[in-house]
C-alpha cells in the first residue's frame, strides 16, 4: 500500500520513533512486487540572499553534519527490513518537503508532531508538521 514512505526529520533522537514506525509498515507490506523504500530527508532553512561563497561553505557543513547524524538514526535495521535513503535539501522546509513529496511519488508522509495543548489548542497551527498535514499531495501520519 505504501511503496515510498517519507520520514522527514529535524535529525534529533525524536525521528527514531517515526522511522521505526516506517520500518515496521514496510514489514508488514506483503505485496513484495511492490518497490518499497523509505526517505529520510532533511531540510536545511535556507537564508535569504544567501549566495556568497561563505553562506556555501557554511551550508556545506550544515549538509555534511545533517548527512551524519541521519545515518546514526537510519543504523541499525536489516537490509531485509528496510530500504533506508537520506536525502538533504536546502531551502523552505515545508515547500521542499511538499515538493518532494511530489515529485518522488511519496505514497505516504510519517512525521513527528507535537502533543497539542487542549486549553490553547490554536498554539501549533504554525508548525511544519500541521502545515504539511493540509497541504500534503498523499497521506500523512503524524506520530506524537
Excluded at 508522509?109 to 502533543?115: A, G, T, V, Y
Aim: with cysteine.
Amino acid at each position: 500500500m505504501f511503496g515510498h514512505i517519507l520520514v522527514p526529520t529535524d535529525c534529533t533522537p525524536d525521528t527514531k520513533k517515526a522511522l521505526d514506525i516506517a520500518v515496521r509498515m514496510q514489514s508488514l507490506e506483503k505485496n513484495q512486487e511492490l518497490a518499497q523504500r523509505i526517505t529520510l530527508l532533511h531540510v536545511i532553512e535556507a537564508i535569504a540572499d544567501d549566495d556568497t561563497e561563505e553562506f556555501q561553505r557554511f551550508y556545506t557543513t550544515l549538509t555534511k553534519r545533517a548527512g551524519k547524524k541521519m545515518e546514526a538514526l537510519s543504523t541499525g535495521y536489516e537490509p531485509h527490513q528496510a530500504n533506508i535513503e537520506t536525502k538533504v535539501l536546502l531551502g523552505s522546509r515545508v515547500a521542499e518537503i511538499l515538493s518532494f513529496a511530489k515529485e518522488q511519488a511519496v505514497d505516504l508522509i510519517l512525521l513527528n508532531s507535537h502533543r497539542i495543548d487542549l486549553d490553547n489548542p490554536t498554539e501549533g497551527w504554525g508548525t511544519i508538521s500541521h502545515k504539511v498535514g493540509i497541504l500534503a499531495p498523499c497521506p500523512v501520519m503524524l506520530v506524537k
